[in-house]
Each structure stands twice: as C-alpha cells, then as structure tokens.
C-alpha cells in the first residue's frame, strides 16, 4: 500500500507468536532475518521505525525452567520477562546489525503514557534516538507492572506510543491479513475488507477473541480494533496485516492484503486539539509583545519573553499563555515547573544551567506543545 510507502514515522508492532519459535521456544531467527530487511529498506528511504516487541515472557520461560507449565502467577511472568528480556534484545540487535541499524531497548508501563511528566521524558528520549537513526525496541515492563496497572497487551502499548511520538502509521502484524466481516478461520464465507474510514459498532462485532491457536500471545482482533482508535484519535492511520510471512512489510508495499483504517486528523492536528481542549490549565505565564509575536510565527516559548508566572503547575502540566493585556495566546504543555519558571523568567535561554544547576533545554514551551488560541 502507498500508505505504508509514505509514511514519516511508522510503528510496527511485532507479538509473541510472530517473534518465538513454537517448538523450540527460541527466537525465530529466520523470521526476523526478514523483518530487518524491511526495516533496512525503510531506512534507505529515510523513514523512521519503531519496533513494539513482545516475546520476553515467552523467552523466559524457557531460560528458567518454566515452560512445561499452562500458566503463570504473576511473580513467575515478573520473573521470566526479567530473565528473557535481554534474550529478546540480543534477537533485534542481531537481526538488524547486519544491516548497520543501530537498536535501543526501551521498557515502558502505563504510567509513562497517562502521565504528563513522564509522557514527555519519554517521548524526549524517543525522539532523539530516531534523529541519531536508531530504531528503538520498546516492550512493556513487565518486570514491575502489576495486573492493575499494565496494558495487557502490546496493541494498545503500540497505539500509545505511535500517539506519543506523532506517528503517521502504526502496523500491527496479525495471525490473520486484515479484517474480516467474520473470522476466515472459522467462516469459509468471510469477506475481507480493504478499507476502513470510520470506526461503527459493526466492527466490532465482527472482530474474533485471543489468539489462542497461537499458544504464546494475548491479544485478538478485538485488541486491534481498540488499538486503531486510540491511534486514529491521535491522527495516525494503522495497517493490520499478516505477519506469518517473510518480509511482511514488503509484501504489503508488493500489494499482498492488509486493512487500512484512516484517521480523520494529522497528529500534529489531534495533538494540538488534546492540548487546547482536553487538560485543564494550572496555570499562567504572562508574555511581552515580542514572544507573543513569535509565538504567532510558529516558534517556542524562551524564558526571555516571560514576565510573569502564576499557579503551581508541575513539569508537563498545560498552562495559559497571556499577554500583557491578560489576552489568552496560546496553551501549552510547561517544560519547568512554576518554581524554576519564576527563577528563569526573562533570562536568555543561555542562563537556564547557571540558575538552575540543569537544563530541561532552551524552552519553557516548546512549539511542538503549543496551540494557538484562535481568533
């Protein structure tokens, strides 16, 4: 699909029963032999990939003893993604050295993508990684994560991360290429469908449970679908596709089947719609005539042009821009807290450290976090 051909950044969300070997319960090398060849050639075209990766459970079963049992209490699945996670990484940095791509392990949990301070530490530390080329490998932790707090599966950790970082298109690789009006396993007279512009309750119910024929994952086309509207909402399109081929992405790009659901928004669009309409202010910062002129040019807020600062917002809290007149600017999301802003405020971006003894960078607001007030 053009789609996929065309996209900036892409996240590609890899499962369990794509990644393991179900008889050996070691990585299928072969597999991701391939996979790495697509990620190599969207390199060469300049995009940047993201990879979900599932597997470290899987992976340390084996290593500590326990694959002969049906399940496992949670310390036991703590224990085996500690023990196989390393595994896991040596797998994609194997695969995709041959091909001269650097790779970065990246665990996240829930918390990293619902709360705003963390939200943004991690989307910094993404962002860099794809500017030095990387592609960034990111599971969950589930070292740490209880029941009550972890996605559960890697679909809906994928739809967060692509809205995280403004993907264009998140790839979920499937047991199935797409979806059907029923599932083709079962129901000879399924029909696929190509093309999805706007999520209805129909689809949902054509949509299957777990795979459990797989024996290793969580997740189903159910998940998927929750996936695609978490991903839509943030203005990122996704591709489901089968996955139980060589190079799966290749395959789509030489007109193999996969569903496409579009978004109805970019995600610098949705993102800056989430700022302004969605999170409640703590508080204000007070402008000069000169920031609230660069501010309308599309560029960030410097601690220069501030002259007053009002609340107790915390890091990545969204807060009011004002003029000198008290006319609301802007909205956005503050990159210090209210304290160190009353500390830095009109001082050249150049004097951050010295006042501070750190640096959260050269803005209060960065222009990616901003949205203009309209009118």
């Not at 703590?78 to 650097?102: C, F, K, P, Y």
């Not at 591709?239 to 190079?247: F, S």
């Amino acid at each position: 699909m053009n789609d996929l051909a065309g996209a900036r950044r892409i996240v590609v969300k890899v499962g369990s029963s794509l990644l393991i070997d179900r008889k050996t319960a070691e990585p299928n090398r072969a597999w991701l032999a391939a996979l790495a060849a697509d990620a190599a050639r969207l390199h060469q075209r300049g995009q940047q990939l993201l990879i979900v990766s599932s597997g470290a459970v899987a992976l340390g079963r084996k290593r500590l003893g326990l694959s002969g049992r049906r399940s496992l209490d949670l310390p036991q699945k703590q224990a085996a993604a500690a023990a196989g996670q390393s595994l896991l990484m040596h797998a994609w940095e194997d695969a995709l050295a041959v091909h001269g791509i650097t790779t970065a392990q990246i665990l996240l949990t829930r918390d990293d993508t619902e709360t705003r301070r963390r939200w943004l530490n991690a989307r910094a530390t993404i962002e860099t990684l794809l500017a030095l080329n990387v592609a960034p490998v990111v599971n969950e932790n589930d070292t740490v994560v209880t029941e009550e707090i972890r996605y559960g599966d890697n679909d809906r950790l994928a739809a967060r991360v692509a809205q995280m970082i403004g993907a264009d298109l998140l790839v979920l690789l499937s047991d199935v290429d797409g979806l059907y009006t029923a599932d083709p396993r079962r129901d000879p007279t399924a029909r696929h469908i190509a093309r999805v512009t706007e999520m209805t309750p129909e689809l949902d119910a054509m949509a299957g449970g777990a795979n459990v024929e797989g024996g290793v994952g969580t997740g189903g086309m159910a998940t998927k679908l929750m996936a695609v509207r978490i991903a839509a909402a943030a203005g990122c399109a996704t591709l489901i596709t089968l996955g139980n081929r060589a190079r799966p992405l290749g395959a789509v790009e030489d007109g193999a089947r996969a569903t496409l659901f579009e978004p109805h928004t970019s995600p610098a669009a949705a993102y800056k719609a989430w700022i302004a309409g969605s999170l409640a202010p703590q508080g204000v910062l007070v402008i000069d005539a000169g920031a609230a002129s660069a501010l309308r040019a599309g560029k960030s807020l410097l601690p220069a042009g501030v002259r007053e600062v009002e609340g107790r917002f915390e890091k990545g809290d969204a807060v009011v821009v004002r003029d000198e007149t008290g006319r609301e600017l802007a909205r956005g999301l503050a990159r210090y807290d209210a304290a160190d802003a009353e500390r830095i405020k009109g001082l050249k971006s150049a004097g951050i450290e010295a006042v501070l003894g750190y640096t959260e960078g050269p803005t209060l607001i960065h222009a990616d976090d901003l949205a203009l007030a309209r009118g």
